[in-house]
């Protein structure tokens, strides 16, 4: 990415810190249910020691410790705004998934939600992954991928803003596709017994509006401004709006949920 591109991912990345903060909260809230019937099906333990990979604010950290007592949860995230939210739930760290800042073989299971698509190099972080993790430890990753999104109607300015954010995650080597991908990189790094449960999410059940803002609206956020200017950035906030006003709109998206356990 070059100096200019840099800088303007820098300012655009999230235009309200605030609302982002209330998204993720949200998006906990609006997944809950189908999230824990997956983590259930998937291996995750009802005691331990657990790390929340990504604990963003700590909403889902809350629930998981609410309804499992027997675990002992600690969260890494990158931003300092999340984490001093999050550290009211748990003890945090400010650390990358590829640098985790913890020893070998410390923990029952760790937990990636909606993290690996914003990574650079997937491989090292599952590899870290396996490494903090104890014999028989369970690894679960819940993440998306842009090419499962259905929208009718698809409105032309919000299609600009998803191909303008996708070239974004890829000039930094991230992939807005990593749904897809999960499987080989679980096997790649030496993960064993596999399972996988496919969570969906539409705007029938969920609600349009909630639809709109836990799927639609972050599409728009974090797109390098020489991608798309100011303009197309309210036209795109624009169509978003008047596609949840809509009632004959329709949305739906699959969220991939994995486990793998470590031999």
Not at 207 to 218: D, E, M, S
Request: proline residues 6%; charged residues 20%; neutral net charge.
């Amino acid at each position: 990415m070059t100096a200019a591109a840099q800088a303007a991912y820098a300012v655009n990345q999230f235009r309200d810190p605030a609302a982002e903060m209330a998204r993720l909260t949200q998006q906990a809230m609006v997944l809950a249910a189908a999230e824990e019937e997956a983590l259930r099906a998937l291996g995750l333990p009802e005691q331990g020691r657990i790390l929340d990979i990504g604990c963003g604010p700590g909403a889902v950290a809350a629930r998981l410790i609410r309804s499992r007592p027997g675990l002992t949860i600690l969260g890494v995230d990158r931003d300092r705004t999340m984490l001093d939210k999050a550290s009211a739930v748990m003890s945090v760290a400010g650390a990358m998934v590829e640098q985790l800042p913890y020893p070998s073989e410390v923990f029952d299971a760790v937990f990636a939600r909606l993290v690996i698509r914003h990574v650079a190099q997937p491989e090292v972080a599952f590899a870290e992954m396996f490494r903090v993790l104890r014999p028989g430890g369970r690894a679960i990753v819940i993440d998306s991928d842009d090419g499962a999104l259905v929208l009718h109607p698809r409105p032309d300015a919000f299609s600009r803003a998803l191909v303008a954010r996708e070239t974004t995650f890829q000039r930094r080597g991230a992939d807005p596709f990593i749904g897809r991908r999960l499987r080989s990189l679980f096997a790649g790094a030496g993960f064993a017994d596999l399972a996988l449960r496919a969570i969906v999410v539409d705007s029938v059940t969920v609600g349009r509006r909630p639809f709109a803002r836990i799927v639609l609206a972050p599409v728009v956020d974090g797109i390098d401004g020489d991608l798309l200017d100011p303009g197309a950035v309210a036209a795109a906030d624009a169509a978003i709006e008047s596609w949840a006003e809509n009632p004959s709109a329709f949305g739906m998206t699959t969220v991939v949920a994995l486990g793998g356990s470590k031999r």
